[in-house]
């Protein structure tokens, strides 16, 4: 029977099993498709219904005013760093203890490092480069490129801080810091033996009315910066984000633009710039030159004086000689003739021997002074011609200038600058300067209990190092009181006329025009017709801007006492003038009376007027660039002889500007 039923099974099993199978089937056809599936508890039929409603309740939220007092987090560095390691928070320290070891507890194994010192830079070198830059009009950004943006002409003073730092030690200190020989193998950072430069930060302070310097503010990155927001160092000390920053600011375009930004394009003809002490040292070389030049031509001068006065002697002297032998003729041929008194004769025939013998001695020496004088002036010509000096800088400064292939660690001495574009004309500066290097743990938990501070600084910065000397913006407009006229004597100044010439600087060219001023009236004027000679060199404009906005008050007699031992007295007029109506200034009218610093800008601007204009390169050839020698070399000829029109030479300072127009000059009359 057993045997039986067995067989039964076995006969039907797979009936069995077709039947679960369509009662299961059954099921879920009821459950999943004939009953109607729910979701948020809508059926098929209202789905679209919800739908709607959910999309009319998102376009009215949408249209409603923003709630200020929701601030947006980001939480994109958090996102980054679940993909980089999406395993977090599991106790790598935790192990089984091996039998015959000591036990270690956690706390012990935590590992700190040392963070090093940037300590001190070298005192910086400061310059002003007086450019005719061409200035982007557009932001310049890693899509917009300086090359590519549109672009004007406009005057620019450019001040750059050089200073440098021993690399080679701070390359020390951080290997030291972070992977010395005895740290264990698995707590050696290699990543971190290398800084990072984060930064250079130039800050500077400005020289008040009162008297009083400003608060130290920040310098912006320059204009033609293309790397500004990619340069903005992590405000917070994460991880991450710290991480983020040493790769990317280790790249070399990033180094280069944070350690020695780039220049604008100088639209005037002079050599190429270069960094501050080189500029310097140049402007030394140069100066010792152009002083050899002055004594070479003092001594020609006064060669040339004594070769004509002695040519002047020499002349009167042979006339002279000439009168005297026709005066003497008659007398020897009296004697002659045997007449009365002929002993006598020969008395006179010895005197006049002796007179010829005379001249003729003082006409020897004459003529000798004379060759003596001409070949001093001949030889003077011979070596008038001094050699061009070697005032090249370009193989040295090529040394400290990095390049994609520059490794900072082969380096001794890192040079690096920065770069004030914002400067105003007349204003007086003070810089200081710092460079900063990442920190590389910042946000972590691994500083000793001394420099815990630095767990949240992400820069560590060196000191700052103040450039020792004052920085002053050259002026680009002065006016000058030359007469007064009128009747001066009358106490209205309604009859007083002044003479001012007003002198304005603009891309590498003086410009200048006279006006005659009466009380209540500006000194200069706005929308002037063009200047032909500047159209000459192709500086084109619509009008010119000569206006100054002081208005002149009166002109008053004053009387003036000076000397030091002996004090005397001289009568002047004064211009008096006002910009804003509240404080008087003045100013002497007529050259003699001016200080000697207003008289040497005046004749310097009045020499750059008599000579030809400075032509402007084109973009193309300001951004190819001459050769420093060669800008230099041609400069030193061109300063070497004054200008005519067969040489079109003309004497120009290595700025493009007239000789002596420095920072420290100021005029009367300045905004």
Avoid at 37 to 44: H, Q, R, S
Avoid at 410 to 429: I, M, Q, R, S
Avoid at 506 to 518: H, I
Avoid at 585 to 602: G, H
Wanted: aromatic share 8%; charged share 30%.
């Amino acid at each position: 029977m057993g045997s039986k039923k067995a067989n039964y099974l076995e006969l039907f099993i797979d009936k069995i099993v077709l039947a679960a199978a369509g009662i299961i089937a059954v099921i879920i056809l009821f459950v999943f498709v004939l009953r109607e599936p729910k979701i948020d508890g809508e059926g098929p039929s209202e789905i679209d219904d919800a739908i709607n409603r959910r999309a009319d309740n998102l376009e009215q939220r949408l249209n409603e005013d923003p709630n200020e007092k929701i601030h947006y987090v980001s939480n994109q560095t958090e996102y980054l760093s679940l993909l980089a390691n999406s395993i977090k928070d599991i106790n790598s320290r935790i192990f089984f203890p091996l039998a015959g070891s000591n036990f270690v507890a956690p706390e012990s194994l935590k590992f700190t490092y040392q963070i090093p010192q940037i300590g001190q830079i070298a005192k910086p070198a400061s310059a002003v480069a007086r450019m005719a830059a061409f200035v982007p009009t557009e932001d310049i950004s890693t899509t917009v490129a300086y090359e590519n943006a549109e672009k004007r002409l406009e005057d620019l003073d450019l001040v750059t801080i050089e200073s440098s730092i021993d690399v080679k030690s701070l390359y020390s200190k951080f290997k030291e810091s972070f992977a010395a020989r005895n740290f264990p193998v698995e707590k050696r950072k290699e990543q971190y033996a290398k800084p990072v430069f984060a930064k250079v930060q130039l800050q500077r302070q400005t020289l008040q009315s009162d008297g009083n310097w400003s608060e130290w503010s920040d310098v912006p990155l320059t204009k033609i910066c293309s790397l500004k927001k990619n340069l903005e160092v992590p405000k917070e000390p994460s991880e991450y984000g710290i991480e983020m920053a040493l790769v990317q600011f280790a790249k070399g375009d990033f180094r280069d633009e944070i350690l020695q930004p780039d220049v604008y394009c100088n639209a005037l003809p002079s050599e190429m710039w270069i960094s501050p002490s080189f500029y310097n040292g140049r402007q030394v070389k140069l100066n010792k030159y152009q002083e050899e030049i002055r004594r070479q031509q003092i001594e020609e001068e006064k060669t040339k004086k004594l070769q004509e006065r002695n040519n002047a002697t020499s002349t009167r002297e042979t006339r002279q000689q000439q009168t005297t032998t026709t005066t003497t003729l008659p007398a020897r041929n009296s004697g002659d003739m045997g007449g009365p008194g002929g002993g006598g004769g020969g008395g006179r025939s010895s005197s006049r021997s002796s007179s010829r013998r005379e001249t003729a001695t003082r006409t020897t020496t004459t003529r000798n002074t004379s060759e003596r004088t001409t070949e001093r002036a001949s030889r003077s010509e011979k070596t008038s011609v001094v050699s061009l000096p070697n005032i090249t800088e370009n193989a040295d400064f090529a040394l400290i200038k990095l390049d994609a292939d520059t490794n900072l660690e082969n380096l001794d001495k890192l040079v690096f600058w920065a770069h004030d574009d914002t400067t105003k004309p007349g204003e007086k500066y003070k810089y200081r300067i710092r460079i900063g290097v990442f920190n590389p743990i910042a946000g972590r938990d691994c500083f000793t209990e001394e420099q815990k501070d630095y767990r949240n600084q992400v820069v560590l910065w060196s000191d700052f190092a103040e450039a020792g000397n004052v920085i002053e913006i050259p002026q680009r407009l002065y006016f000058f009181a030359t007469d007064v006229r009128g009747d001066v004597d009358k106490s209205s100044s309604t009859d007083k006329t002044v003479e001012v010439t007003v002198a304005r600087y603009t891309l590498g060219n003086w410009a200048s025009k006279k006006y005659n001023v009466k009380s209540g009236e500006e000194i200069g004027r706005a929308d002037e017709p063009a200047d032909a000679r500047l159209e000459q060199a192709g500086i084109s404009s619509d009008a010119m801007d000569f206006s100054t906005g002081a208005v002149m008050i009166d002109a008053r007699r004053v009387t003036e006492w000076y000397g030091t031992n002996n004090l005397r007295s001289r009568d002047y007029y004064e211009l008096l003038y006002s910009f804003d109506g509240r404080k008087i200034e003045k100013t002497p009218i007529r050259e003699r009376f001016w200080s000697d610093k207003v008289t040497q800008i005046y004749k310097e601007i009045s020499a750059s007027l008599g000579v030809q204009p400075v032509t402007l390169l084109s973009w193309e050839q300001a951004s190819s660039g001459r050769s420093s020698h060669q800008a230099v070399q041609q400069k030193t000829t061109d300063e070497t002889q004054p200008y005519s029109p067969e040489s079109g030479r003309q004497q120009r300072s290595p700025d493009g500007i007239p000789q002596g127009q420095g920072s420290d000059l100021t005029g009367p009359g300045m905004p």
